[in-house]
């Protein structure tokens, strides 16, 4: 819990602080009375963390707004714009996505729910796949001169932050404060962190895009008949996995006489550490590749921390004796599951929802092969880390010349009313026969549906993401593994997917305390020209000494080389940004 | 006899090997990616399949030909492909054909064919021509795609060079005397000599418009109407598995079976073209025409 007792301090700091530069600010300005605005900061009201979003009594913002229109009147699902608006956007869809028949991005379910719902009509002015075109085409679009749609979902960081400094989007927090829901406010309030990345000279320009990070969080998947073959108990310690992995390696677990099976299956390529190695460098102390917050709330570079050094020197130990597979320096994470699911390595770190995909696969691949989700292991001195996956998945920015900025948040209240167990309208799930259908009487999920399932999280105006507050997914997860009978559509749909996908989110819930967070999501301008250099090098240094073509000890001048080269000078600029969001 | 000599049979033998073993270098590739495309999803995405398919299905044709967006592409490519070639074929020709005279016969020659060559040596750049074709009223369009590669002068100057060296002098000569005109001349004389580099050059416009895919992405403003390049690069780009987030989405973006039927339907088209203009290829050109 020592993680959360940490962010639950910021928040109060960011809370108290923010009040204060607000009234210094309402006075100097000459505001109007009654202008005072206790809930500036967006999603730091207090949380009332109720479903009962319908009742507007005891709201703390009614009426206390003072922005000119709709002052007074919170938008909450069920009111609608009358006549209705319309509001531009521009989108991007998934090459994966298959629409209904009849359907595209600019017109679909929706698009008609939106205009019938809320009052307003969604014109995609255009639409491209992928994400990385999205961006590419929109930063061709503003380098020849063309506006800006009302509202944009912006993935890239860096654009968001360009697009923020440019002065074309506005500010939102006032009418998130004046119009969102208390589910709203309960979902953004739940991680202060959030809303750094489009915190600018005391304000929020631009709502924050919730990712489902505890979904994310990695756990360990152990093949049990390997397990069963080799005669040993599933590891807990780095010292026992080395024993696992040594009986994985030379014992022949899957029986077919052949000297061809790995211990691990991962991947040292690019982004070291970052991916599914985080929990064994974790277990020495360090993650590499995050903003770490040290014990006196400064940020540090987590991969020039001394304790990676132990942890290059295992890896590296790990790769001679073959535990690894020798290409794992060039793997990339497709690659390190076709070694689990060809059934020729014993372990794989992943995500919570491997269960649901691609380990099936592997029982397919490999009859009789079973697995079971085990927590990350702990190092030498008894303690284990993992790095605790982002709840950021982007910015909705809202141009500043766009006259309804609070359409956008009843939008959100209604994506979020999902989770209002009061309003029947969204008890089965958001479209019927889409992710849901009712058959005979009876509510179906999955390929049960006519057609086939449709993930209705890709039609948002939420890049992709499922609206979901954080750490909503592991609760839900462990209280339907330890028995509680599902009872929302969240519910019902995550016990359809199976009990290892329960197991594994229980798993995970039991070792949130050693998340460890990355706190530098902003991008400095030294890093603009520095950072592609840096990163380089340190993959560079780190596969090079796991594969033994350098020392050891380049580490260390790694490190005096890294800061030497402008690492020293993004710290700095790191935890100035840092210091001035969190105060 | 030369040929029957023990090095003429060890160099034919070893002649023959280095092209079977080149050919079955392109070839390999391509029948693994048959073999994957009719192969089960998860041998397929544990790259367990090598030449031959495993658990067969015809799921990822299926699947395919019944993504109306997909079936869509492919006749907005094959329209991108006619119109394209057409007006190609149509500008390097008669600009080929102009440039080919001495400068005795079309004055300023000279100039022309710099101002062609200044456009190969330098272009606008991005952003500006992206301005370029929006403020002409292109955008959107079809013809965004095809004419702003209308004229590739590197082909046209192959035309050109062609029209130079293999078209008789006296062929021209002789149908001037006719009474034939420029247009006459072009059509009833150079172009049957020049069949050969005109199925050349023809080929490789075909293979750029069906190949390119980034002006389709930055011109055209609804996915829908993406030709099949553009709406097949994000499948043969390697996933950013950092943007993944649910075992749905990996499910559907990892689907090797699918994504296997989907680029070897996209190459089938090529593949027909090629034996149609190979005759053109081997075909001898001037046989007979002058006597010299």
Known sequence: MKQLGKSGKAAAQLLLLTALTVTAAACSGGDAPGASKPERTPGMTESAGSGNSGADTGSADAGNTDDGEDAGQRLLPGEKFDPAITMTTARWVSGSFAFRDGEDIANNVHTDWMREEMGINLDT????????????????ALSAGEPLPDVLVVGDMQLASELIDSGLVQPIGDVFDAHASDIVKAAYNRDPSIWYPVYKDGDYYGLPIIAAGDHNDNVLYIRNDWLDAVGLDAPSTIAEMETVMEAFKTQDPDGNGKDDTYGFSFSLGSNVGRGDANMIYG???????????????????????PEIKPALAKLKE?????????ESGIYDRQKTYELFNSGRAGMIAGEVWLPVYPLPNLAQNVPGAEYDVIPAPTGPDGSAARWGKPFNAGVVLVNKDFEHPEALILYLNNLFEYWNADNPKYENGYFQGYDYDIIDGKVVNGSDIPGGQISVHHYFLYNSQRPIAPYQYQDTLTALYEGKAPETAFERYSYSLGEMYLKAGAVAKSQRDINVYDYGIGLTDTMKTRWDRLQQMESETFVKIIYGELPLDEFDRFVEKWKAEGGDKITQEMNDWYDEVNS | MTYRSTAYRIFTYCNNTFIVLLALLCLLPLIHVLAVSFSGRAAADANLVTFWPIDFTLEGYRMTLGNGSFVGSILISIQRVVLGTGVSMALILLSAYALSKESAQFRGRNAWAWFFVFTMLFNGGLVPTYILVRNVGLMDSIWALVL?????????ILMLNFFRTSVPKSLEEAAFMDGAGHFRTLLSIYLPISLPSLATISLFTIVFHWNSWFDGLIYLMDKERYPLSTLLQTIVVQLDFSAITSAEDLMALSNRTVKSAQIFIATIPIVLVYPFLQRYFVKGIVVGSVKE
């Open chain 1, 125 to 140: 002015l255009w639409s491209v796949q992928e994400g990385d075109n999205y961006i590419t085409k929109l930063r061709l």
């Open chain 2, 148 to 156: 702003p590669n209308a004229v590739n002068v590197f082909n046209m």
């Open chain 1, 318 to 326: 790990w790769k001679e004796k073959g535990y690894l597979h020798p």
């Open chain 1, 283 to 305: 277990a020495f102390g360090a993650i590499p590749g995050i903003w770490m917050k040290q014990d006196d709330g400064s940020l540090v570079y987590g991969s020039t921390l």
